[in-house]
């Protein structure tokens, strides 16, 4: 089955650092996202990705954020200036087979757990 | 975004087949209703997905009334390794629509020995 992979699985750092978490979509689908679970809370939208630009993004990604796609593989998530309340789970997560084909959801990622100290 | 309600929790033993009831009165006629699975420390899973009826795949069975304002997931003979979050989610294109997904607080079953 077609996964979804992130790294690293666990980042520490600190306060002001800039941090790029990493994901692989899954090969053939087109759009690309990003969310983040803080700990004990829900699972929070960041940004949606597609065709090399955001199409969509939340209240919380704003201008300490930003996505890439430098590759035809890699996905990344880029925090210029972290923050203590950026600690979470960050969550990659791709869909949207091509035209005619099953639609089977998302598939997430394993996840980053990033903590800001 | 159609609202979701679903249990807080759920306690269940191996062996027994759970339902977990999500209300949606607010379905719109395209929408579809989506289910995902998430383990402590783990990414959501998606588990099934229907528009209207039953449907069923390898994992479990998802019941839908005519009029769409609540759906059923259906786990036949939980294990262990069902504790888990379970999210019900609502929106066009089989839960993707190309937007967010809108996650709640989800129903968190505890399966027991």
């Known amino acids: 089955e077609p996964e979804v992979t992130q790294t690293p699985s666990h980042q520490v750092t600190q306060m002001g650092q800039e941090v790029i978490l990493r994901c692989v979509p899954i090969?053939?689908?087109?759009?690309f996202y990003w969310y983040r679970q803080i700990l004990g809370q829900k699972v929070e939208f960041l940004v949606s990705f597609y065709n090399n630009e955001i199409s969509e993004k939340s209240e919380i990604f704003d201008d300490q954020f930003s996505v890439e796609r430098p590759d035809g593989s890699n996905f990344t998530l880029k925090i210029r200036s972290t923050k203590l309340e950026d600690s979470a789970m960050y969550f990659c997560?791709?869909?949207?087979?091509?035209?005619?084909?099953?639609?089977?959801?998302?598939?997430f990622g394993s996840g980053t757990r990033l903590t800001v100290v | 975004l159609a609202k979701t309600t679903q249990p807080i929790s759920m306690d269940s033993y191996e062996g027994q087949e759970v339902n977990i009831t999500c209300s949606h009165n607010?379905?719109?006629?395209?929408?579809?209703i989506t289910w995902y699975q998430q383990f402590p420390s783990q990414g959501p899973r998606f588990i099934i997905q229907g528009y209207k009826t039953k449907v069923t795949n390898e994992v479990a069975s998802l019941f839908i009334p005519a009029d769409r304002k609540s759906s059923t997931l259906s786990l036949p003979r939980v294990s262990l390794s069902d504790t888990a979050v379970y999210y019900c989610l609502v929106g066009a294109r089989g839960g993707t629509g190309r937007r967010a997904l809108t996650f709640g607080s989800g129903t968190r079953l505890q399966v027991q020995p």
């Open positions: 607010n379905i719109a006629t395209n929408d579809y």
């Open positions: 997560a791709s869909s949207e087979l091509p035209t005619g084909l099953p639609d089977y959801g998302y598939t």
């Open positions: 090969s053939n689908h087109l759009y």
